[in-house]
């Protein structure tokens, strides 16, 4: 079982910027490919990023592309999404996913595990 915590959400004005993390409890979370995705309100959830376990293969959604980042730090046991440029269509529920041994996976249902979330709210 592994328990995902996201941190660094917040209010943030059209243009600014935010750091999300994700604290995994794995013993380690070298094995999981990570993803981040997103549900705004009266909307399913989508992906948003991916990194594949070994974090030499990262992909992103077309609407994040060029302003997103995800990293990881996998003796730490943390994953980062660094979103630059922020949109007022940004604004969502951000969570974290975990997949064992996997490539980048985009598919919700794909995800072995959940965090329970953090809001980033855009400002116009």
């Known amino acids: 079982q592994v328990q995902l915590v996201e941190s660094g959400g917040g209010l943030v004005q059209a243009g600014g910027s935010l750091r999300l993390s994700c604290a995994a409890s794995a013993r380690t979370l070298a094995r999981y490919a990570m993803g981040w995705f997103r549900q705004a309100p009266g909307k399913e959830r989508e992906f948003v990023g991916g990194?594949?376990?070994?974090?030499?293969?990262?992909y992103y959604a077309d609407p994040v592309k060029g302003r997103f980042t995800i990293s990881r730090d996998n003796g730490k046991n943390t994953v980062s999404l660094q979103m630059n440029d922020l949109k007022p269509e940004d604004t969502a529920v951000y969570y974290c996913?975990?997949?064992?041994?996997?490539?980048?996976?985009?598919?919700?249902?794909?995800?072995?595990?959940w965090g329970q979330g953090t809001q980033v709210t855009v400002s116009s």
């Open positions: 990194i594949s376990w070994s974090g030499g293969a990262q």
């Open positions: 996913a975990a997949k064992e041994w996997s490539g980048v996976f985009t598919r919700a249902q794909q995800a072995d595990y």
